[in-house]
């Protein structure tokens, strides 16, 4: 069975705005997905902070196209009223982070790849860098 990674936003723009020196690790990550190894998950939020972000490096064409171009890498998980619930509840200091963990849980994902490790220390699943995640799999 194809492991399941849930990814936070800044591993996404990390690979769309070439972000150095975190491109490497997020482009192998896609690209072990384009081949069929692993199978990425987001939450709707990505899209719209990719949006936002991207599009003061990007025109919006460019923009819209990276996330034309990107959505065929990856599922989009439903962000529920329980999540968002969880999320408002829980002890995560961001909310935007909370929605993401929340999302993975309650999807059976059972690891979330981020660089914002600091915010995930009282998750209970894996939560680990790009770079981590690919040195477990040598």
Not at 42 to 68: D, G, T
Not at 79 to 87: P, Q
Request: hydrophobic share 45%.
């Amino acid at each position: 069975m194809m492991e399941k990674l849930f990814l936070d936003t800044d591993i996404i723009i990390d690979l769309l705005a070439y972000r150095e020196p975190f491109y490497e690790a997020s482009a192998s990550l896609f690209s072990m997905a384009d081949k069929g190894k692993i199978h990425l998950f987001v939450s709707p939020l990505s899209f719209s902070n990719i949006n936002y972000i991207l599009s003061r490096q990007f025109s919006a064409n460019q923009v819209r196209k990276k996330l034309l171009q990107f959505k065929t890498l990856v599922s989009v998980m439903d962000v529920s009223d329980k999540i968002i619930e969880l999320a408002l509840t829980s002890d995560f200091k961001d909310f935007e982070d909370g929605i993401q963990y929340f999302t993975a849980i309650e999807n059976n994902i059972k690891i979330l790849l981020t660089r914002n490790l600091k915010d995930y220390k009282t998750a209970q699943i894996p939560v680990m860098t790009a770079e981590q995640y690919l040195k477990m799999k040598k």
